[in-house]
């Protein structure tokens, strides 16, 4: 059974830092593009970022303008999501998700797993 599991939610101020970490078990990690997507109460889920099967290559929403850094480590089957310069807009529940694609623009689609999510608050 796959599990996808978020950690590192909380309430922070703006301009705080945050890292968010994605521990998979249950398949091959080294096998699957990784993703972050974030969604607020009332809206879609939208894409945050990917980080493809080897870690090389990384890309990012542009609403993320440099401040987060997606990385992982396939020793440990684990993704991080470090998000700096947090602003009030970046309030949202933070989904990690497993899958087959690493394209330009990624969709809810393209992904097999999911996480559960974990909360991110960050207050003005």
């Known amino acids: 059974q796959v599990q996808l599991v978020e950690s590192g939610g909380g309430l922070v101020q703006t301009g705080d830092s945050l890292r968010l970490s994605c521990a998979a078990a249950?398949?091959?990690?080294?096998?699957?593009?990784m993703a972050w997507f974030r969604q607020t109460v009332g809206k879609e889920r939208e894409f945050v970022g990917q980080i493809s099967r080897s870690g090389i290559l990384t890309s990012y929403a542009d609403f993320v303008k440099g401040r987060f850094t997606i990385s992982r480590d396939n020793t440990n089957n684990t993704m991080n999501l470090l998000m700096a310069g947090l602003i009030p807009e970046d309030t949202a529940d933070y989904f990690c998700?497993?899958?087959?694609?690493?394209?330009?623009?990624?969709?809810?689609?393209?992904?097999?797993?999911w996480g559960q999510g974990t909360q991110v608050t960050v207050s003005s």
């Open positions: 998700a497993a899958g087959r694609t690493y394209r330009r623009t990624p969709t809810i689609s393209d992904y097999d797993y």
């Open positions: 249950g398949l091959t990690f080294n096998n699957y593009d």
